[in-house]
């Protein structure tokens, strides 16, 4: 009955928000491997590795659709593991087209193994044809879901008229990185199977149709990996849904398409990703929400419903997958009187809540509640793995020496040490006691430690980077430094890690020590969290280089918690539909790329957003701030003399006001502007926002009571994981500024 209720309650309200229907297909499978005991017989694949994130994205997924878009649970269909087989699937996308009717919104996520099927018949080259793997992969003649046969069912539902968004997370490739590998990251690939599929047919690909109703997005380019990686609370789950989930939780609903991808793309990288996640769809489709909604279809609110009085508490159907933390307050739909407060996340989409205000026996399964505050997360900002090693100083100068020897030998085509210029072809490292060479193919031990043994594993041809390991007392010195910072966390799981420790050589021959990012590929470079830090000269001291390590950890934190910051959500009593746009000023024309070359002159406007005359907007006070690439935060506006008198917007009826200009200079790469929108002034705002890397801005000095100050300090000296609640009277937004030459 409790169920009942709970599904009645949540259609009805929905129902009222949402005219255009929604369904949707969520799949996670995690479990390839045969029964135990099962003979494995023709042309099926050999190997069925199990993957572990799959199940918790599905799960993720299907929740927040349900709290931030509507989506109504009885028209949400589940396929997880071994209902997850070919057949499953297949018959649920039918079922799902049979019932879709024009103008409905449907929305298919596939979390699982990605995969290549033969098909001799193909007109591609390769005569392959991508494909997602069900779960039953292992029986006698279950061949893959071919992307053919997705496209057939795709073009179906256009031919409908349905607005469709389908999101994979897997891949296609299990490529390789070439640079150094610490632990066994997870990928979502398995290699073919044996089938031919003898398919000519060649459906048109859905994302090129004129429609405007398509678009996908996918985890990673045909050629590359997608792998898994944990997230806060130790849960596995996909590195671009992960990203995905962030960048849904940081945007408003209405949102468009395009931002979500890039919100979730910067933060795949903050994360140290290789991966490039790819969109494709007509620019128009891409202009619109998500999942294609109608704007005014969508309150920017996370609603989530009571499951239940279990033990005296509050449980609710919302919890990780919505960014809810302990301290979270809820008040009832309507009901202002009525407030809990989360004690307990329980899981993917449950938490347990004491009254706060209100009676307990008066609050039913099924009452929608609305997230009324902000908490920020108490997860660490930044993330270094710092690889394990027995080297002595004496063992390390050696190693040094052969790195030396290596650069000047001749035997390589090239030896870098800056991998933000140039991509290796091969990497020599060590993991643990052994002598490793990657080439992007296969890692192979060398047979020993010396010019001959390093030699043995280049070519002529091969760009080659020696990543020169610390010794004991060295990596001692930086863990204890960096446990100072409780915006900083030492993991041992590198697949969790934004970055590692690394070493080379200075021009001497001497040790020197950096922070690289955990997976690389110079195609990086430019982006906001670098690819590569400073590195620091044993020749000062382990402790001189750890304290030098430690700024630098401060500075990528500081840079990785704002990119990844979600703020309260633009409800109408928190709306401010504002963005920045950039103009460039010879041309006067919107620059839309985000690319900005050196020598531009530049202006940024203030901007309604195009549902500003349907929205009743309270006057906010508007500050716009930068940070870099070393994490130094200067002011744009107001100017630091003029006081919040001017910036309290909007004054007027004008939706496109100029803000400031200034010419795009040196050094290239991606920096962040913010527009942070707040209801009270921030008093000595000038100081706050203007900070010199990581130096603390003693908030107690500066800034009033204003609780926003302690965000300002975030990833500072003093700043540490976990921030003063506030009230869900503040906007954050953020637009990525990448210089070129």
Same mark, same amino acid.
């Given at each position: 009955?409790?169920?009942?209720? +709970?599904? +009645?309650?949540?259609?009805?309200?929905?129902? %009222?928000?949402?005219?255009?229907?929604?369904?949707?297909?969520?799949?996670?499978?995690?479990?390839?491997?045969?029964?135990?005991?099962?003979?494995?017989?023709?042309?099926?694949?050999?190997?069925?590795?199990?993957?572990?994130?799959?199940?918790?994205?599905?799960?993720?997924?299907?929740?927040?659709?349900?709290?931030?878009?509507? +989506?109504?649970?009885?028209?949400?269909?589940?396929?997880?593991?071994?209902?997850?087989?070919?057949?499953?699937?297949?018959?649920?996308?039918?079922?799902?087209?049979?019932?879709?009717?024009?103008?409905?919104?449907?929305?298919?996520?596939?979390?699982?193994?990605?995969?290549?099927?033969?098909?001799?018949?193909?007109?591609?080259?390769?005569?392959?044809?991508?494909?997602?793997?069900?779960?039953?992969?292992?029986? *006698?003649?279950?061949?893959?879901?071919?992307?053919? *046969?997705?496209?057939?069912?795709?073009?179906?539902?256009?031919?409908?008229?349905?607005?469709?968004?389908?999101?994979?997370?897997?891949?296609?490739?299990?490529?390789?990185?070439?640079?150094?590998?610490?632990?066994?990251?997870?990928?979502?690939?398995?290699?073919?199977?044996?089938?031919?599929? %003898?398919?000519?047919?060649?459906?048109?690909?859905?994302?090129?149709?004129?429609?405007?109703?398509?678009?996908?997005?996918?985890?990673?380019?045909?050629?590359?990996?997608?792998?898994?990686?944990?997230?806060?609370?130790?849960?596995?789950?996909?590195?671009?849904?992960?990203?995905?989930?962030?960048?849904?939780?940081?945007?408003?609903?209405?949102?468009?398409?395009?931002?979500?991808?890039?919100?979730?793309?910067?933060?795949?990288?903050?994360?140290?990703?290789?991966?490039?996640?790819?969109?494709?769809?007509?620019?128009? /489709?891409?202009?619109?929400?998500?999942?294609?909604?109608?704007?005014? %279809?969508?309150?920017?609110?996370?609603?989530?419903?009571?499951?239940?009085?279990?033990?005296?508490?509050?449980?609710?159907?919302?919890?990780?997958?919505?960014?809810?933390? /302990? *301290?979270?307050?809820?008040?009832?739909?309507?009901?202002?009187? !009525?407030?809990?407060?989360?004690?307990?996340?329980?899981?993917?989409?449950?938490?347990?809540?004491?009254?706060?205000?209100?009676?307990?026996?008066?609050?039913?399964?099924?009452?929608?509640?609305?997230?009324?505050?902000?908490? =920020?997360?108490?997860?660490?900002?930044?993330?270094?793995?710092?690889?394990?090693?027995?080297?002595?100083?004496?063992?390390?100068?050696?190693?040094?020496?052969?790195? =030396?020897?290596?650069?000047?030998?001749?035997?390589?085509?090239?030896?870098?040490?800056?991998?933000?210029?140039? *991509?290796?072809?091969?990497?020599?490292? +060590?993991?643990?006691?052994?002598?490793?060479?990657?080439?992007?193919?296969?890692?192979?031990?060398?047979?020993? /430690?010396?010019?001959?043994?390093?030699?043995?594993?280049?070519?002529?041809?091969?760009?080659?980077?020696?990543?020169?390991?610390?010794?004991?007392?060295?990596?001692?010195?930086?863990?204890?430094?960096?446990?100072?910072?409780?915006?900083?966390?030492?993991?041992?799981?590198?697949?969790? $890690?934004?970055?590692?420790?690394?070493?080379?050589?200075?021009?001497?021959?001497?040790?020197?020590?950096?922070?690289?990012?955990?997976?690389?590929?110079? /195609?990086?470079?430019?982006?906001?969290?670098?690819?590569? !830090?400073?590195?620091?000269?044993?020749?000062?001291?382990? $402790?001189?280089?750890?304290?030098?390590?430690?700024?630098?950890?401060?500075?990528?934190?500081?840079?990785?918690?704002?990119?990844?910051?979600?703020?309260?959500?633009?409800?109408?009593?928190?709306?401010?539909?504002?963005?920045?746009?950039?103009?460039?000023?010879?041309?006067?024309?919107?620059?839309?790329?985000?690319?900005?070359?050196?020598?531009?002159?530049?202006?940024?406007?203030?901007?309604?957003?195009?549902?500003?005359?349907?929205?009743?907007? $309270?006057?906010?006070?508007?500050?716009?701030?930068?940070?870099?690439?070393?994490? =130094?935060?200067?002011?744009?506006?107001?100017?630091?003399?003029?006081?919040?008198?001017?910036?309290?917007?909007?004054?007027?009826?004008?939706?496109?006001?100029?803000?400031?200009?200034?010419?795009?200079?040196?050094?290239?790469?991606?920096?962040?502007?913010?527009?942070?929108?707040?209801?009270?002034?921030?008093?000595?705002?000038?100081?706050?926002?203007?900070?010199?890397?990581?130096?603390?801005?003693?908030?107690?000095?500066?800034?009033?009571?204003?609780?926003?100050?302690?965000?300002?300090?975030?990833?500072?000296?003093?700043?540490?994981?976990?921030?003063?609640?506030?009230?869900?009277?503040?906007?954050?937004?953020?637009?990525?500024?990448?210089?070129?030459?």
């Amino acid at each position: 009955m409790k169920k009942i209720t +709970f599904l +009645f309650a949540l259609t009805l309200y929905t129902a %009222k928000l949402f005219a255009q229907t929604q369904y949707a297909l969520v799949i996670g499978v995690d479990k390839y491997n045969p029964p135990a005991g099962t003979k494995i017989t023709g042309n099926t694949r050999s190997d069925f590795p199990d993957l572990q994130g799959c199940r918790n994205d599905a799960m993720s997924i299907k929740s927040i659709i349900q709290t931030r878009y509507g +989506f109504k649970a009885n028209n949400i269909t589940e396929l997880y593991d071994e209902k997850a087989t070919r057949e499953g699937i297949l018959s649920s996308m039918k079922a799902l087209l049979a019932k879709a009717q024009k103008g409905n919104i449907v929305f298919i996520y596939y979390a699982g193994h990605g995969s290549q099927q033969v098909n001799s018949l193909s007109k591609e080259e390769d005569k392959r044809d991508e494909s997602m793997v069900p779960s039953d992969t292992w029986k *006698e003649g279950i061949g893959d879901i071919r992307d053919k *046969e997705q496209a057939a069912i795709y073009n179906a539902f256009l031919d409908k008229g349905v607005k469709l968004t389908v999101i994979l997370d897997c891949c296609h490739s299990g490529s390789m990185s070439r640079g150094p590998v610490f632990g066994n990251e997870r990928k979502r690939y398995i290699a073919a199977n044996n089938y031919d599929a %003898k398919d000519a047919s060649n459906p048109a690909a859905p994302e090129l149709r004129e429609s405007f109703d398509f678009l996908l997005i996918s985890a990673a380019q045909d050629f590359e990996s997608a792998v898994e990686q944990l997230d806060d609370q130790n849960m596995p789950h996909g590195a671009f849904t992960l990203a995905l989930l962030g960048a849904m939780q940081q945007q408003s609903v209405n949102a468009q398409a395009i931002n979500i991808f890039k919100s979730a793309h910067a933060i795949l990288k903050g994360n140290g990703k290789k991966q490039e996640p790819v969109i494709a769809g007509s620019k128009h /489709r891409q202009s619109q929400t998500l999942f294609g909604l109608d704007k005014s %279809k969508l309150e920017d609110k996370t609603l989530i419903p009571v499951r239940g009085i279990k033990k005296g508490q509050v449980e609710i159907s919302g919890g990780f997958a919505e960014g809810l933390y /302990r *301290e979270h307050e809820l008040t009832l739909l309507g009901d202002t009187n !009525t407030v809990i407060r989360v004690e307990t996340v329980t899981g993917i989409s449950t938490a347990l809540c004491s009254v706060k205000k209100g009676k307990l026996e008066g609050i039913k399964p099924g009452a929608m509640f609305e997230v009324s505050n902000w908490i =920020s997360s108490d997860a660490p900002l930044l993330k270094i793995y710092i690889p394990e090693t027995a080297f002595t100083e004496a063992d390390v100068m050696q190693l040094a020496k052969i790195n =030396s020897q290596l650069k000047s030998s001749g035997k390589a085509k090239k030896w870098i040490n800056n991998l933000q210029e140039y *991509e290796p072809s091969v990497s020599l490292y +060590f993991s643990g006691n052994k002598f490793l060479a990657n080439n992007g193919t296969t890692i192979a031990e060398l047979k020993g /430690r010396d010019l001959t043994a390093v030699t043995s594993a280049v070519t002529k041809n091969d760009t080659v980077f020696f990543n020169l390991p610390a010794s004991a007392a060295l990596t001692a010195a930086v863990k204890k430094s960096l446990g100072t910072n409780k915006s900083i966390s030492v993991v041992t799981d590198p697949s969790s $890690a934004n970055y590692i420790l690394y070493g080379t050589i200075t021009d001497d021959g001497s040790p020197s020590y950096g922070f690289l990012r955990a997976q690389v590929t110079s /195609r990086d470079s430019l982006e906001a969290m670098p690819l590569q !830090t400073k590195n620091f000269n044993i020749k000062t001291g382990a $402790a001189n280089v750890a304290d030098s390590l430690l700024e630098y950890a401060m500075r990528l934190s500081k840079i990785n918690g704002w990119m990844k910051l979600s703020g309260p959500s633009d409800s109408k009593g928190n709306a401010f539909p504002f963005h920045l746009e950039v103009i460039n000023a010879k041309t006067k024309q919107k620059i839309t790329t985000g690319i900005y070359k050196v020598g531009d002159e530049v202006s940024v406007h203030l901007v309604a957003d195009e549902n500003y005359n349907s929205i009743n907007v $309270a006057p906010k006070y508007v500050y716009v701030f930068g940070i870099d690439k070393n994490g =130094s935060m200067f002011l744009f506006y107001p100017g630091e003399g003029n006081g919040n008198v001017e910036n309290k917007i909007p004054s007027s009826d004008t939706t496109d006001i100029e803000l400031f200009g200034y010419d795009v200079e040196e050094p290239v790469g991606t920096d962040n502007l913010y527009l942070l929108a707040t209801a009270d002034p921030i008093q000595g705002y000038a100081y706050l926002f203007n900070q010199e890397g990581v130096r603390d801005i003693k908030q107690g000095s500066k800034g009033g009571d204003n609780p926003l100050a302690d965000l300002l300090n975030m990833g500072n000296t003093a700043g540490t994981r976990s921030f003063k609640k506030t009230p869900a009277t503040w906007n954050i937004k953020r637009v990525p500024i990448k210089t070129t030459h």
